[in-house]
Structure formats: structure tokens, C-alpha cells
């Protein structure tokens, strides 16, 4: 079947029955239409799905009979329970997708990291041209440790979130691109590497490991999940398989969204960690722990709760969310 070709001939049919199902008051005959149109429309999404399982124009007819049927049997989806599914199925299944692609993106990040402090510290005059010696030792002793106490705790928590969360979705949204990601993740590493030298040149590397361990466990590994989500959109751009580049991009990419979706709700959760926990007099294998704690619930939720819902065919598809929440808009 040339399925542009029969796009372009049943189109307006479609788009008739589109306005009708989203109609909120209905003469007898726009009821007629309704019916008949809805089952011509079914037809149409039995042929284009038995030519292609899963398209873009099968997946926006779909939607729409979904609408036209719900004004003719006044059985609307509980949005609730549209809204349950997305967080117990559609988000941990696309999660658990990208799992590996996370964990290669953390162990990259690591030994950029690494490579870099190493570099530094082993090369005479390396750590010098970071700043006069005085700027050096208060950044070590006294800068980094005020970074978390410094600011009120409410503001220093919303600042967190949001700019973690902004970066955490523009991987998401530009990983398309196949350099913004990799550019990213190696910037943010090599940071990382920069801090724990200067800390190790002044005799406080203890303490970059003990300020970072409470909230950045989790905070990395967002960002990490979110460097996968954008990695595995470019992925499905460049090797689409058996499917069009398009037909890959658009479902992948509306799957892996999803994630985004997550990401600022285990970011909000690791900068209140940060906000709350890192700042305090604790011991600090109480303030570790809870960002322990914090982190494995995020990897049960991904490894455990979604690899259950992978293995039972849930892709991360925001298809089913759409369907429920669209029970408001047709009513």
C-alpha cells in the first residue's frame, strides 16, 4: 500500500470525523455522519495497520476514533487512572529502555573525570592556571563547602531543580543532534575532573567526595538517564531499522519524551537532597545514605517496576496517556 497516496484520498473523510467527534453539540444528522464516518475510519486503520503496524497516521486515526467513539458511547477514560498507568507503566518501561545507555554514559563521565584530575594533578603548573594561589585555597576551604549554606534554603532548592532540570531536558529535546549530548556529558566531566584537583592540590579531596555523595548520586545519574534518552532519539534517526527515518524518529522520541517527564521529578527530589541533607551538621554516613536511599528507589523504579512493565510489551508510549487524558477534551 502507498500509504501517502492513501492519506491523500481519505484525508478530508478523516478530518470531518475528527471535527465531529470533537463536537460538543451534535444534530441528528452530524450523528449520522459520526457513525457512519467512524466505521469507514475503522476500516481505513485496519488496512493502513495491516500495511504498517505502527505509523504516524495510523497512530493520529486511532486517536481519533478514539474520540468519535467516546461521543457515541458516553464511556470516558478515568483520567486518573490515565494518569496512574503513565507513572506505573508508559514512564518506568521507557526508563528501563535506556538503562544500559545510562550506565555507559556514567562510566564515560567517570573516567573523563577521572583522566582529568589525573592529568592535572600530575602536570607541573597544570592546577596554577586556575586561579592565584590564594583564590585556590578559598575555593578548597571555604567556596565549595559554602556553595550548599550560603543561600536560603527554599531558593538554593528551587535554583537546584531548575537549572538541573533545564539541562536535563535540553539533552532530551537536542540529542537529535548527535553532538550536543556527548559535548554535554564531557563539559560536565570535565568539571568534575577540574574540581577534585584543585581540591586534591590544596589536601581536601575528602571533601569533594563527601559534598557531592549526598545529592549527586542521584543528580548525576539524572542527568545520565536524560543523556540516554537523547543518544537513543539520535540512535533511532540514524538506524531506523525495518521502519522510515520519520516513523522511527516520531515514535521513539514521543516514548522517550516521556522521560523528561521523570527526570524533573528525580531532579526535585536529589535538590532537595541537596537543599536539606548536604547542608546539614550530620554525620556523613547519615547524609550519604539518604542519597543512597534517594538513588536506589529511582533504580528500582527503572530496573524493577519497569523492566515488569517492558517484558509485558509497554514501550513508553505516551499513545495511552493521550487516550485517556483526550476523554477531557471530548467532553
Known amino acids: 500500500m ?20 470533537r463536537t460538543r453539540h451534535a444534530s441528528g444528522a452530524d450523528v449520522d455522519r ?28 486511532s486517536l481519533t476514533l478514539f474520540r468519535a467513539r467516546l461521543r457515541f458511547t458516553g464511556a470516558p477514560v478515568d483520567p486518573l487512572a490515565a494518569l496512574t498507568s503513565f507513572f506505573v507503566l508508559q514512564l518506568p518501561a521507557a526508563l528501563y529502555r535506556i538503562r544500559w545507555v545510562a550506565i555507559w554514559v556514567a562510566a564515560a563521565t567517570a573516567a573523563i573525570a577521572a ?29 565549595f563547602q559554602a556553595y550548599y549554606s550560603d543561600h536560603g534554603l527554599g531558593a538554593f532548592t528551587a535554583q537546584v531543580w531548575t537549572n538541573n532540570a533545564y539541562i536535563a531536558a535540553t539533552m532530551v529535546a ?21 574540581s577534585a584537583a584543585v581540591l586534591h592540590d590544596q589536601g581536601r579531596l575528602g571533601d569533594f567526595f563527601l559534598y557531592i555523595a549526598p545529592h549527586g548520586q542521584l543528580e548525576l545519574y539524572s542527568i545520565f538517564l536524560a543523556a540516554a534518552a537523547g543518544l537513543m532519539i539520535f540512535w533511532s534517526w540514524v538506524a531506523p531499522g525495518a521502519r522510515t527515518r520519520g516513523q522511527a524518529l516520531a ?30 551538621d550530620w554525620p556523613w554516613p547519615v547524609k550519604i545514605g539518604i542519597g543512597t536511599v534517594a538513588l536506589a528507589a529511582v533504580l528500582w523504579y527503572q530496573w524493577g517496576l519497569g523492566g515488569r512493565a517492558y517484558r509485558a510489551g509497554q514501550r513508553g508510549d505516551l499513545e495511552e496517556f493521550e487516550r485517556g487524558t483526550s476523554a477531557l477534551v471530548a467532553d
Open 34 to 61: 459520526l457513525v457512519s464516518g467512524y466505521q469507514a475510519a475503522a476500516t481505513d486503520l485496519s488496512r493502513i495497520r495491516g500495511a504498517a503496524p505502527r505509523t504516524a497516521v495510523g497512530d493520529r486515526l
Open 251 to 280: 515514535e521513539d522520541g514521543r516514548a522517550l519524551i516521556t522521560i523528561a517527564v521523570g527526570l524533573a521529578l528525580t531532579l526535585l527530589l536529589s535538590g532537595l537532597v541537596e537543599g536539606t541533607v548536604t547542608r546539614q
Open 115 to 143: 583522566i582529568t584530575a589525573v592529568w592535572i594533578t600530575t602536570t607541573p603548573g597544570a592546577v596554577d592556571t586556575f586561579g592565584t594561589p590564594e583564590a585556590l585555597r578559598q575555593y578548597a576551604t571555604r567556596d
Open 174 to 194: 537536542f540529542g537529535i543532534t548527535g553532538l550536543f549530548v556527548p559535548f554535554s556529558i564531557g563539559q560536565n566531566a570535565i568539571s568534575l575532573g577540574v
Open 2 to 21: 502507498d500509504l501517502d497516496a492513501y492519506t491523500e484520498v481519505h484525508r478530508d473523510r478523516w478530518q470531518e470525523l475528527d471535527r465531529l467527534a
